[in-house]
């Protein structure tokens, strides 16, 4: 399999797990502590992809990109400067 069949495979997935051209869940969690120490192409991510669960096909794992610990006092505890 060549890139660009890998490439489609994977925008299919991401297509199945509900994202799309624009997609941003920006206004919800934008004005989150946790969100404004984050680097911006880190905030970018989050922004396109947070929330969104990809199932790997003939494989028992699941990737969640999590965006609800945004909210939560015990991320901004344990967030260590420059993880990024």
Same mark, same amino acid.
């Given at each position: 399999?060549?890139?660009?069949?890998?490439k489609e495979? #994977?925008?299919t997935?991401l297509?199945?797990a509900g994202?799309y %051209? &624009?997609?941003?869940?920006k206004? %919800?969690i934008?004005?989150t502590p946790?969100?404004? @120490?984050l680097?911006?192409?880190?905030q970018? #991510?989050?922004c %396109? #992809? &947070? &929330?969104?669960?990809l199932?790997?096909e /003939?494989?028992?794992?699941? @990737?969640?990109i999590?965006?609800?610990?945004?909210? /939560?006092?015990?991320?901004? %505890?344990y967030?260590?400067p420059?993880?990024y």
């Amino acid at each position: 399999m060549d890139f660009k069949d890998k490439k489609e495979l #994977f925008r299919t997935a991401l297509i199945n797990a509900g994202w799309y %051209e &624009g997609r941003s869940i920006k206004s %919800e969690i934008e004005n989150t502590p946790l969100y404004k @120490m984050l680097p911006p192409k880190v905030q970018d #991510f989050y922004c %396109e #992809f &947070g &929330g969104l669960t990809l199932h790997a096909e /003939n494989k028992l794992e699941t @990737m969640k990109i999590h965006s609800k610990f945004f909210n /939560n006092p015990k991320a901004i %505890e344990y967030y260590v400067p420059n993880t990024y």
